[in-house]
């Protein structure tokens, strides 16, 4: 109940093309879901996040779309550049053991965008 | 602001052998999180200190263990290696954990290889 299902696992874009990826999990006591952008090397990056009471967010090229019923969410990159090209994560937080908020994260997409 | 710093960056050890890393939290951070990333998957919660106390563990044995110190930094212990422990060890800060701590800030890693 604590999986962030992650799909898919590589994607190639086209400059200038919309990357989807998208994520579905099972607890329902999730209640943040950021979206975590990772270069080699280099620790995740907060990219953009929401909370379940809203269905949409969007910043610059970036919009989560958010499904509560279906327990779906998802990223949209618009007009992607090959600088976009990382790995990125899902993540969803609940409750650990004790007192403290988790994340739960996806298994991440490989995304390449083609110049 | 300097971000989260680690330390060291990279790490050879031998099955069997202790191993400890180390982590400085941003600024004003009293939140600190341990996330183990196995290579081609996403992190996966360790701890979680706030304010030199354990507030969450993750589903990790009891050879995992760690601290927070009066100034916030932290270090995570890991005994008895295992070939299986080869991964990059990931430190988050985030400010509390409760109103506005959902924003993890990660580190570059520390990056551990067992013989």
């Known amino acids: 109940q604590q999986q962030v299902k992650q799909s898919p696992q590589s994607l190639i874009v086209q400059k200038g093309g919309i990357s989807i990826i998208n994520c579905a999990y099972e607890?329902?006591?999730?209640?943040?879901f950021p979206w975590y952008q990772q270069f080699p090397g280099k620790g995740p990056a907060l990219l953009i996040a929401?909370?379940?009471?809203?269905s949409e967010k969007k910043e610059g090229r970036f919009t989560i779309s958010f499904n509560k019923s279906a327990k779906q969410f998802s990223l949209h990159i618009m007009d992607s550049q090959p600088g976009d090209s990382a790995t990125y994560f899902c993540?969803?937080?609940?409750?650990?053991?004790?007192?403290?908020?988790?994340?739960?994260f996806g298994s991440g997409t490989q995304l390449t965008v083609l110049p | 602001d300097t971000g989260v710093t680690q330390s060291p960056t990279h790490l050879i050890k031998t099955r069997g052998q202790q191993v400890t890393l180390r982590c400085s939290p941003i600024?004003?951070?009293?939140?600190v999180s341990w996330y183990q990333q196995v290579l081609g998957q996403g992190p996966q919660f360790i701890f979680q200190?706030?304010?030199?106390?354990?507030?969450g563990r993750g589903n990790f044995p009891d050879r995992f263990s760690a601290r927070q110190f009066p100034n916030y930094s932290s270090e995570l212990n890991v005994n008895a290696l295992l070939l299986g422990d080869s991964a990059l060890y990931l430190c988050?800060?985030?400010?509390?954990?409760?109103?506005?701590?959902?924003?993890?800030?990660f580190g570059s890693g520390t990056q551990l290889s067992v013989l």
């Open positions: 988050a800060s985030s400010l509390d954990p409760g109103a506005g701590g959902e924003k993890l800030f």
């Open positions: 607890n329902t006591a999730f209640d943040y």
């Open positions: 929401i909370r379940p009471d809203v």
């Open positions: 993540a969803a937080r609940g409750q650990s053991s004790g007192s403290a908020r988790q994340l739960t």
């Open positions: 600024s004003g951070h009293k939140s």
């Open positions: 200190y706030y304010e030199k106390e354990e507030r």
